[in-house]
């Protein structure tokens, strides 16, 4: 079975950095892309990042490209999301997950996280 646990959330003020990290188990981590979404109340859950397997390509939304860096680390069974010169509309659960194929993608995704919240104040 499957988890994904993200950490790393919290309050910050506009300008700042926060650092997410999404610890998987149960799977064989190495195999599978990964991704980052994240939604704010009220609003649809949307794409944030993602990373092929081996991390030879990455993908972003619009909105955080320049300022978010998606990375892992397999021999940690980890993905992270460096999150810098954080805005106010930045303000949203984020949710890790795990694509069902080896390429980084918006679709697709199968295994999710329980969520941390990041808020960004003005």
């Known amino acids: 079975q499957v988890q994904l646990v993200e950490s790393g959330g919290g309050l910050v003020q506009a300008g700042g950095s926060l650092r997410l990290s999404c610890a998987a188990s149960?799977?064989?981590?190495?195999?599978?892309?990964m991704g980052w979404f994240r939604q704010a109340p009220g609003k649809e859950r949307e794409f944030v990042a993602a990373?092929?397997?081996?991390?030879?390509?990455?993908d972003y939304a619009d909105s955080v490209k320049g300022r978010f860096t998606i990375s892992r680390d397999n021999a940690k069974n980890t993905v992270y999301l460096q999150m810098n010169s954080l805005k106010p509309e930045d303000t949203a659960t984020y949710y890790c997950?795990?694509?069902?194929?080896?390429?980084?993608?918006?679709?697709?995704?199968?295994?999710w996280g329980q969520g941390t919240q990041v808020t960004v104040s003005s």
């Open positions: 149960g799977g064989t981590f190495s195999m599978y892309a």
């Open positions: 997950a795990r694509r069902n194929s080896e390429w980084a993608g918006r679709t697709g995704y199968v295994y």
């Open positions: 990373i092929s397997r081996s991390s030879l390509s990455s």
